[in-house]
Each structure stands twice: as C-alpha cells, then as structure tokens.
C-alpha cells in the first residue's frame, strides 16, 4: 500500500470496527483522524469535500478490483498482478505477508511458491 491513503469504510461510514488489519513492515508514517472533526472541516471547505468525494470513488474502485480479482483471476493471476503493481515485493516483504495478498493461506504457500513461480 505504497504512497495510499487508506481509511476503513466501516469505521467512518457505519460507526462499526473494521475487521481489516494492517501491519506495517517498514517503516512509515501513520495519521490518525478522528472523523467528525474531518467532517467539520470538509464542511468548511468546498474543496475539500472534491477531495472527500475522490477518497471516496477511490475506495470503491479499490473495492471493486479486489472483488474481481478474487472472484474471476487465479492465484497465478493474481501473483503476477501483484509482481506488476509492487514489483520489489519478493525483497521487501515476507512470503506471508505476499500470499494471503493473492489468496494463499499461510499454511499452502510453502508448497504452492514453486508453482507461482513456475
């Protein structure tokens, strides 16, 4: 997630914890909001309610491509879809980290890497 903004849906929209979690494997600067005071400032602020609006199609289509991916590519895919978005991947992160990324579960991708990479 180089370079994003992320914002749990849940958390802001629907007043619910988000199950996602996310753990940073270098390191990184993390900003918290609390999002009434966001709100009052985009209110505030006729521009900032375009930029609101973009974080908002952004995590849809972000959305939108996981569910697809999920639903209609392979692993094999999705590892190369993966390869091509974040290509140092392989030096910077853990197997782990990669293969629940592309729908392998921890415990298969020890077995199943040969095959990725075939």
């Excluded at 298969?108 to 040969?114: D, G, V």
């Amino acid at each position: 997630m180089e370079q994003m903004f992320y914002f749990p849906v849940e958390n802001i929209y629907f007043d619910s914890p988000t199950l996602i979690q996310l753990e940073a494997l270098e390191d990184c600067v993390v900003w918290e909001a609390d999002f009434r005071e966001v709100e009052r400032v985009v209110n505030e602020h006729q521009e900032l309610e375009r930029l609101m609006r973009l974080l908002l199609v952004s995590a849809i289509q972000t959305l939108r491509e996981q569910l697809y991916t999920i639903k209609f590519q392979t692993a094999q895919e999705r590892y190369e879809l993966l390869l091509k978005k974040y290509p140092q991947i392989l030096l910077r992160a853990p197997l782990g980290a990669y293969s629940l990324a592309i729908g392998y579960h921890p415990t298969n991708t020890k077995c199943n890497t040969k095959e990725l990479n075939d």
